[in-house]
């Protein structure tokens, strides 16, 4: 379900030229900020991967930034803390505390933050996205990737979720 930024997220006072927002119920009560973040990393569907690594061979034409090499994410994955300034694929740790983990990446077209928020009170978890445009290639790259972060997000929410509820 689309909603608007958590009220206490890290992101609420962000400017932005794009912000969304999508939550989704638990059934469970003893996950850690960590857990959901490497869930993020884990839980989307093939279709995702193949559309990020599509992503990367083409902007990585015109110099943007791309994500690291795949071929050992898994061990990438494992060795992950979710601590600030670590990096993993194109998502950097900006921020973290109990409850949110601030993820994204500064480029030359656009700096985008992705909040992985755990909302213990009302027992649902929010991924958010902030989005500051830099320039004309900023505004052109969004307007293409709009509609699908519309479908990505909520499939991985929901992947996050199936998969932390399992254990």
Known sequence: MKLNLPQSSL????????????????????LTIERVG??????????????????DKIVGMIGLKIGNDASNKGKLITNFKCEI???LALFKVFDKNE????????DKHLDFRVSLFLDRQNNTLAIST??????????????????????????????????????
């Open 11 to 30: 992101l609420k006072n962000i400017q932005s030229d794009y912000a969304d927002s999508y939550s989704v119920p638990l059934n469970t009560e003893d």
């Open 38 to 55: 490497k869930s993020f990393f884990t839980a989307a569907p093939a279709w995702v991967e193949a559309l990020l690594i599509l992503r």
């Open 85 to 87: 300034g670590e990096q």
């Open 99 to 106: 409850h949110e983990v601030i993820l994204g990446e500064d």
């Open 130 to 167: 902030v989005v500051k445009v830099n320039n004309w290639m900023g505004r052109l790259y969004l307007l293409h990737v709009i509609p699908l972060h519309k479908i990505i997000v909520p499939t991985m929410v929901t992947g996050m979720v199936r998969q932390l509820q399992k254990g």
